[in-house]
């Protein structure tokens, strides 16, 4: 069965940092591209940040570029989103999504959510 579990959200002040990780475990065969997404009360969730398979191609929200950056660690099997310049507009639950090879077709996994919380 395969899971993904996040670590590293909590409460932080504006202007601080914080680094999400998000671990990838089970019976899997391989990992297509990765991405974070985030949900605020009252909106739709949203893709944050997303990195190809390899990790050679990056995508971000518009709102986040130049304060957040997402990478891969195929080795670990995990993805990681450092956040910079932390707003309190970032409040939200954070996602990490995956794109899984089991046997041969991709399915989409999700993590349970991080809850994130910026004070202003």
């Known amino acids: 069965q395969v899971q993904l579990v996040e670590s590293g959200g909590g409460l932080v002040q504006a202007g601080g940092s914080l680094r999400l990780s998000c671990v990838v475990s089970g019976s899997i065969f391989s990992i297509g591209a990765m991405g974070w997404y985030r949900q605020a009360p009252g909106k739709q969730r949203e893709l944050v940040a997303a990195v190809s398979t390899g990790g050679r191609r990056t995508r971000y929200a518009d709102s986040v570029k130049g304060r957040f950056t997402i990478s891969r660690d195929d080795a670990k099997n995990t993805v990681s989103l450092q956040m910079d310049s932390l707003k309190s507009e970032d409040t939200a639950v954070y996602y990490c999504?995956?794109?899984?090879?089991?046997?041969?077709?991709?399915?989409?996994?999700w993590g349970q959510g991080t809850q994130v919380t910026v004070s202003s």
């Open positions: 999504n995956a794109e899984i090879f089991v046997r041969g077709n991709p399915s989409d996994y």
